[in-house]
T-cell receptor, first 114, second 113 residues
Framework: AQTIHQWPVAEIKAVGSPLSLGCTIKGKSSPNLYWYWQATGGTLQQLFYSITVGQVESVVQLNLSASRPKDDQFILSTEKLLLSHSGFYLC?????????????FGPGTRLTVL | GEQVEQLPSILRVQERSSASINCTYENSASNYFPWYKQEPGENPKLIIDIRSNMERKQIQGLIVLLDKKAKRFSLHITDTQPADSAMYFCAASAAGGADRLTFGKGTQLIIQP
């Protein structure tokens, strides 16, 4: 069975500080991976997706970047946090091949920027 | 791109009655329409989905209808229970190398005893 793990569970960071969030998926080879952001009480906004190691596509520019250093790992980062970065960050995966495949979300990381 | 409109934003229904949530989309190339349920503080969970080769799908008390001509799809929950209270999101995706899901703004479903 596939398991998806995100770290940390929650973060409180200062404006202007750097950030790194991680996601790993086990039990699935070469999954498609996604980063989403959800403001409190808001909808889900897809930020990045990756279909293979080393390749990341940006969907929305929010002064964030993403990388896929390993097949099972997806990293979201920024060098300088803004207040507007606060929210719930969700990693998701779908089977390779992509078209109309179900996406399954990880447990998420709750980020508060002060 | 894709735009998804979801209504209503808040829905209150009596326990054991039916609840309906409606979504519209713009991109006629969209062919996959999932529905997610999100409880407070939790991640969204896929509850049902429909693909463009179908008009209706049912999983127990959940029914999804798709009208491709009108670019409209809907979720119907029959015999609602208190455990159905949650945020519900619809989404649409066009085929490609990865799924570019676009979500609606969500519906807060409140089941009243």
């Amino acid at each position: 069975a596939q398991t998806i793990h995100q770290w940390p569970v929650a973060e409180i960071k200062a404006v202007g500080s750097p950030l790194s969030l991680g996601c790993t998926i086990k039990g699935k080879s070469s999954p498609n991976l996604y980063w989403y952001w959800q403001a409190t009480g808001g909808t889900l906004q897809q930020l990045f997706y990756s279909i293979t190691v080393g390749q990341v596509e940006s969907v929305v520019q929010l002064n964030l970047s993403a990388s896929r250093p390993k097949d099972d790992q997806f990293i979201l980062s920024t060098e300088k946090l803004l207040l507007s970065h606060s929210g719930f960050y969700l990693c998701a995966w779908s089977r390779p091949g992509g078209a109309d495949a179900e996406q399954f979300f990880g447990p998420g990381t709750r980020l508060t920027v002060l | 791109g894709e735009q998804v409109e979801q209504l209503p934003s808040i829905l209150r229904v009596q326990e054991r009655s039916s609840a309906s949530i409606n979504c519209t989309y713009e991109n006629s190339a969209s062919n996959y329409f999932p529905w997610y349920k999100q409880e407070p503080g939790e991640n969204p969970k896929l509850i049902i989905d429909i693909r463009s080769n179908m008009e209706r799908k049912q999983i127990q008390g959940l029914i999804v209808l798709l009208d491709k001509k009108a670019k409209r799809f809907s979720l119907h929950i029959t015999d609602t229970q208190p455990a159905d209270s949650a945020m519900y999101f619809c989404a649409a995706s066009a085929a490609g190398g990865a799924d570019r899901l676009t979500f609606g703004k969500g519906t807060q479903l409140i089941i009243q005893p």
